[in-house]
């Protein structure tokens, strides 16, 4: 089983919704990730936190906005999204950023969609 | 640009039989690549991972192999299972904790 939790496993919302996907690892690892991830496609990394701080955000729009208040806790705050932005979002989170060898581990995913 | 690259696209095979899968990566600077496998509608997990100083790792009836002058990797399924149906994803990371995602390969093992 993985041991990095996600939730919720779904999650409907209108498009002049807000709503937040919260993710929580008990691993002690110092590295958490958001990937978004679309049906027969790899997922696309969005954002990194390292050590509580954001340390990549690969342009993602500003309607997608990280939080991490804790070292164990990441959230994804979504408000104004569009129906293009439906898909699985996956959080992970490893031992380092960047560490040769350091396994990513993968939580199960969100699936999100915008109506 | 860092680049991963995966073939076959897609594979059918009977179950109890060998498969190897493919994996060409153009990624700089190189630290480590590693093979996960995901079930449909779930999280990836990994299987291998591997730095440029390995040449072939074990999981169980999965193995990888690394040419880091080739920038070649593979994953070799031994005596498949109807369980082993899934997407398997080969990626590749630079130092910078950056990385980059193949497209996968979709195995689909038949009784």
């Known amino acids: 089983d993985t041991e990095v939790t996600q939730t919720p496993k779904h999650l409907v919302m209108g498009m002049t919704n807000k709503k937040s996907l919260k993710c929580e690892q008990h691993m002690g690892h110092r590295a958490m990730y958001w990937y978004k991830q679309k049906a027969k496609k790899p997922p696309e990394l969005m954002f990194v936190y390292s050590y509580e701080k954001l340390s990549i955000n690969e342009s993602v729009p500003s309607r997608f906005s990280p939080e991490c208040p804790n070292s164990s806790l990441l959230n994804l705050h979504l408000h104004a999204l569009q129906p293009e932005d439906s898909a699985l979002y996956l959080c992970a989170s490893s031992q380092f950023q960047g560490a040769s060898g350091n396994t990513i581990y993968f939580g199960e995913g969100s699936w999100l969609t915008v109506v | 640009k860092n680049q991963v690259e995966q073939s076959p696209q897609s594979l059918i095979i009977l179950e109890g039989k060998n498969c190897t899968l493919q994996?060409?990566?153009?990624?700089?600077?190189?630290?480590?690549l590693r093979w996960y496998k995901q079930d449909t509608g779930r999280g990836p997990v990994s299987l291998t991972i591997?730095?440029?100083?390995?040449n072939t790792k074990s999981n169980g009836r999965y193995t990888a192999t690394l040419d880091a002058d080739t920038k070649q990797s593979s994953l070799h399924i031994t005596a498949s299972q109807l369980s082993d149906s899934a997407s398997y994803i080969c990626v590749a990371h630079t130092n910078a904790g950056k990385s980059t995602f193949g497209d996968g390969t979709t195995l689909t093992v038949k009784p």
């Open positions: 994996c060409n990566y153009t990624v700089s600077p190189f630290s480590n």
């Open positions: 591997m730095t440029f100083s390995e």
